[in-house]
């Protein structure tokens, strides 16, 4: 039987000698959601996905993922999540189809690295390196790579952090496919367009803490609700809106 | 085993798609092995000579002495007949005890079989001193006649030397550097952290990194040897298989140190000072291209005890004399003390982020 939380973190800390770099975090991720985890830099994301994700240690606090207590069976862990990490890159010299089929040995698997690379439209480079792929190619690789074990849960640091307007529409196109195949996922950004587009819920970081956590449009009501007036009129579009518009929302990748 | 495996096989497939770690490990070798085949060390034309003389003549050996093309040694039959086997003659004289100029015995001559035409020269040579000397002496129309032997000998070249040194040279580059840049570029692109996300065991990584660069090492060891014996006239005496033992326990100790290394450093501007401040002593004092014996007795005390002497004389024993891995037991046990010191600190320093 499936549980509906899939991941539930609670009181988590981590310390670097005078440093609070994450505080008593708390929160739940339910099943088939997208989750997002919004925050300046510097905020304690990062850290807060990287202990879940078993890649640092848990000072204090717990979390439990599918059922599995990470800091007592990181292994287990490792075999149910995907992982996409903040600028991390992939093996020169190796092609895209080879990467995967490396990665999936990782995992035990045999994998269909042409079905992978589908998934992220990324198949007519199937054969190249990841050296010749674009910005949002590479980020769509990383994400093809984190779903070789099929995984129950997948993480997302930063996916459009440094893309162009297009590409990172590309990108949420993809996201929101994926998690409609069944995947939960939780990610992390600090566009508010992004979290509004994407996400089901938010929590908002800020300072090793979550200062608020609820989905977007709830978090507009209630600070609407309070009172809050924007100081220029609402206009009909903005800036983003007029560049889509004159430069189209095709990819530009080559 | 099989991913340790399925890893292997696609870090060679890296490794030789790198064009530039290609050039490093296996051509820059060999081009410096061609340039230096250009200098010539050995003994610039002069023609050694060896005399052992049994008689109490002085007279031929003075006429000889006087032939400029000719550098004579005097020696015993077995000093001599030695020094032939060694490449050091290409041709001796045995003067008979009964020899005197203007008698009729026949002298022996031993030919170094590697040099036939030098040899023969100085045979001619030999002969018109002779003819000279018992024209001189006496009015005989009997002449003592030169009787030519021929006899194996290897005549080592500057190359003989140099290949096995620059071999090892190489082991001690691509291990040392190929490992330490590797792995701090493979921390610093955070490709290490991505492994370490899924369930892959570290120690699975390490071993087929280890056995990529020990692939590679074979594959230096094979080529270098081979284009030595068809390109540069190596004279090869050693067995193949101990060449790789000794090649291999070598790389281990240069292999650890590299990893040691790649945990002591956070980037390449890091790397580099401290992989050159090891490996430049090296390749200078280890006898890599000159003879250490030129060395002062104060170096001897610290350059006896670099790897990399014990490497490079362990293989060259192996490639110019033939030894087997019991002649080159001192070196074994060397390189065997050095992989046991070096993979302990590999193990301290090390560090996957």
Redesign the interface.
């Known amino acids: 039987m499936l549980s509906d939380i899939v991941l539930e973190v609670g009181n988590l800390s981590k310390r670097y000698n005078d440093l609070h770099a994450v505080h008593k975090v708390s929160f739940d991720v339910k099943r088939q959601e997208i989750f997002g985890i919004l925050g300046p830099n510097g905020a304690g994301k990062t850290t807060t996905l990287e202990m879940i ?3 640092r240690s848990i000072d204090s606090g717990r979390v439990i993922l599918d059922g599995i207590d990470v800091s007592k069976e990181p ?1 287990k862990v ?2 149910l ?1 995907g ?1 996409q ?1 903040q ?8 092609t895209l189809t ?1 990467l995967l089929l ?2 999936g ?4 698997r045999q994998v269909d690295p042409i079905k992978l690379l589908q998934e992220v439209e990324l198949k007519e480079k199937a054969s190249s390196y990841v050296a010749e792929l674009s910005g949002g190619q590479k980020q769509r690789f990383s994400i093809a ?1 984190a779903l070789v ?1 099929d995984p129950v849960l997948l993480f997302l640091d930063e996916p459009t952090t440094g893309l162009d307007p297009q590409a990172r529409r590309h990108l949420w196109g993809v996201i929101k496919r994926i998690r409609s195949e069944g995947k939960t996922i939780v990610l992390t950004t600090h566009y508010m367009e992004e979290a509004e587009e994407l996400c089901d819920r938010v929590a908002i970081m800020d300072r090793g803490t979550i200062i608020a956590n609820a989905p977007p449009q709830q978090l507009i009501n209630t600070l609407v609700s309070n009172g809050f007036k924007k100081d220029r009129v609402e206009r009909l579009a903005n800036l983003e809106d007029v560049f889509l518009n004159l430069t189209g929302h095709s990819l530009r990748e080559e | 085993m ?2 340790t495996w ?2 292997s096989i ?1 870090s060679m ?2 490794f030789f ?2 064009k530039e770690a290609i050039l490093w490990t296996i051509l820059l070798p060999l081009f410096m092995v061609f340039l230096f085949s250009f200098v010539s060390f050995d003994g610039f034309n002069t023609i050694s000579l060896g005399v052992v003389n049994r008689s109490n003549d002085t007279a031929f050996v003075s006429a000889i002495k006087s032939v400029k093309a000719l550098k004579m040694y005097e020696g015993t039959y077995e000093t001599e007949l030695h020094a032939l086997t060694e490449g050091d003659r290409v041709l001796v004289v045995v003067l008979p005890p009964t020899f005197h100029p203007g008698s009729s015995d026949t002298v022996r001559t031993l030919l170094n079989a590697r040099k036939p035409q030098e040899g023969n020269v100085a045979a001619l040579l030999v002969q018109r001193v002779l003819d000279e000397l018992t024209f001189q002496q006496s009015v005989q129309l009997t002449r003592p006649e030169v009787i030519v032997e021929t006899v194996n000998s290897r005549n080592l070249t500057y190359i003989d030397f140099l290949l096995p040194g620059i071999l090892s040279m190489s082991i001690m580059q691509s291990g040392v550097f190929g490992v330490a840049f590797g792995f701090v570029l493979l921390k610093k ?3 290490l ?8 065991k570290p120690g699975d990584f390490i071993v087929a990194q280890v056995a990529t660069r020990l692939i590679v090492l074979i594959a230096q060891v094979l080529i270098m040897i081979g284009a030595g014996i068809f390109f540069f006239d190596l004279h090869f005496q050693g067995n193949i298989l101990n060449l790789l033992v000794v090649g291999i326990l070598g790389g281990i100790v240069f292999l650890a140190i590299g990893f040691a290394l790649s945990g002591l450093s956070k980037s390449e501007d890091q790397v580099a000072p401290l992989a050159n401040i090891i490996t430049l002593p090296m390749m200078l004092l280890s006898g890599v291209f000159f003879s250490r014996s030129n060395l002062p007795g104060f170096a001897h005390v610290i350059t006896d005890f670099f790897p990399l002497t014990y490497l490079a004389d362990g293989m060259r024993s192996i490639t110019i004399e033939g030894a087997s891995l019991v002649d080159i037991g001192g070196d074994l046990l060397g390189l065997t003390v050095w992989a046991i010191v070096s993979v302990f600190l590999a193990v301290k320093a090390f560090r996957w982020e």
């Open positions: 994700e078993t890649l292994q490792k075999r999540i992982v990490l600028s991390s890159s992939f093996f020169d010299k190796l080879e490396l990665f040995e990782l995992y035990s790579a074990n | 099989r991913l399925k890893m696609a497939k890296m798609r790198q692109r955070g490709i952290r991505r492994l370490l996300a899924t369930p892959m």
